[in-house]
């Protein structure tokens, strides 16, 4: 009796949308050590890059985040080669006219986009692995802005050890989720975002900046969508089925403090394959079922748009309240395209190719086998001399002696 209850209890327990687990216990374990120690490892050399640098800081602003950018550069690289050896998908993208010519694949394979330099990006957030492929979207571009990337965290982050020490020298903004506390925050970071630098010869320009907004707060799960649906019946709207309701205030202060500086918002609407019908992708596409198990999700879908942020009503916290819920329920009815057809609307043809494909399918990849190794430059390069110094320093002393 109890092997038949088990059976039955087998029979209908719902397949996982990636299918059964790829290895077993003993490559599990291989496969997070292997992990660990190349995650770890890349972490470890870019902090104490980080740490190297640090002193820039007092020589001159400008080299200082340059340099900074450099080392954020190789943390693109280290989360990109981490999920193509782990956690290989497809990626599926497509955009309506407004990004269509800005999306093309390239002969090897990979997907190119040339989106501008400074921009607001934001997006629906579906699980803890949205940003990992938002960052990668940053390699991608032309120029590469993955040493750009700006993202807005709760503040328990910034204590993680080595990672937290990490995101504070990348100039990531953290959040105690209280607007009285965090509005001097978000002003001061901001404002070292929009401040023009000056060549010798006098020109003014802005460093490059991907700003990630998630208005959601945080990603998708039965809880953020049972406040999703008490917020909307408090305030009288509709609760949108898919996405969680936006909350404006951050993004409305975040637009009006580099209004002038920034010319686009850049959204993107996040779908995740094999996502049921009310379940939640973090059920699905656990960290350890991604990267350990061999179950990552069979195609992560990205639709892009793009609005002038001189054409968001910017004067009024009401008015933009109404503007960021509106593109929610738009994202809302695309996310229901996607989980009644397994796809976004395709993008449309381009006057410069009248052939482009509705949808471009590539993998998070490097353009390089071996360009990983650029995680490692620095402290290499800072060995290397130490080393150097110390035969001088012991050939110095057996010459004396």
Not at 109 to 132: C, K
Request: charged fraction near 20%; include cysteine.
């Amino acid at each position: 009796m109890t092997v038949n209850t088990k059976a039955a209890a087998s029979a209908v327990a719902p397949a996982h949308p990636s299918g059964k687990e790829k290895h077993g216990k003993l490559v599990q374990f291989l496969r997070g050590f292997s992990f660990f120690v190349y995650f770890m490892a890349g972490c470890i050399a870019i902090h104490l890059a980080q740490l190297i640098g640090s002193p820039l800081y007092y020589v001159d602003h400008d080299i200082y985040y340059s340099y900074m950018a450099l080392t954020k550069q190789s943390f693109g690289l280290l989360i990109t080669t981490s999920t193509n050896w782990w956690g290989p998908t497809t990626i599926r993208i497509s955009g309506d006219a407004s990004v269509a010519d800005q999306i093309k694949k390239t002969k090897d394979g990979r997907v190119e986009f040339s989106f501008p330099e400074r921009m607001v990006m934001i997006a629906n957030h579906q699980i803890y692995t949205d940003w990992l492929y938002l960052w990668w979207i940053g390699y991608a571009n032309s120029p590469q802005m993955h040493g750009y990337v700006y993202i807005i965290l709760k503040e328990s982050l910034k204590y993680i050890p080595i990672a937290g020490l990490g995101m504070v020298f990348y100039g990531f903004i953290f959040m105690s989720r209280k607007m009285a506390v965090d509005q001097p925050r978000l002003a001061h970071r901001l404002g070292k975002l929009k401040t023009y630098n000056t060549t010798p010869d006098g020109t003014k320009y802005l460093n490059p900046m991907w700003l990630l907004l998630f208005p959601e707060g945080t990603n998708a799960s039965q809880n953020g969508r049972n406040k999703s649906a008490r917020w909307a019946e408090k305030i009288g709207v509709k609760d949108p089925e898919h996405m969680l309701l936006p909350r404006s205030t951050g993004s409305f202060f975040c637009l009006n403090e580099l209004k002038g500086t920034v010319e686009y918002v850049y959204d993107c609407t996040v779908a995740y394959e094999g996502v049921p019908r009310g379940k939640f992708g973090e059920q699905l596409f656990t960290l350890s079922g991604t990267y350990f198990r061999g179950q990552p999700p069979k195609s992560v879908n990205l639709y892009w748009r793009r609005f002038r942020i001189a054409d968001i009503p910017l004067d009024s916290a009401e008015q933009f309240d109404v503007w960021l819920r509106e593109r929610w329920y738009e994202k809302d009815a695309l996310m229901e395209q996607y989980i009644s057809t397994g796809r976004f609307p395709a993008s449309p043809p381009t006057a410069a190719n009248k052939n482009q494909e509705g949808f471009l399918e590539t993998e998070v990849r490097t353009r390089y086998k071996f360009e990983f190794l650029q995680i490692y430059a620095v402290v290499g390069i800072v060995a290397l001399l130490i080393n150097l110094v110390l035969r001088l320093y012991n050939r110095l002393l057996s010459i004396v002696s």
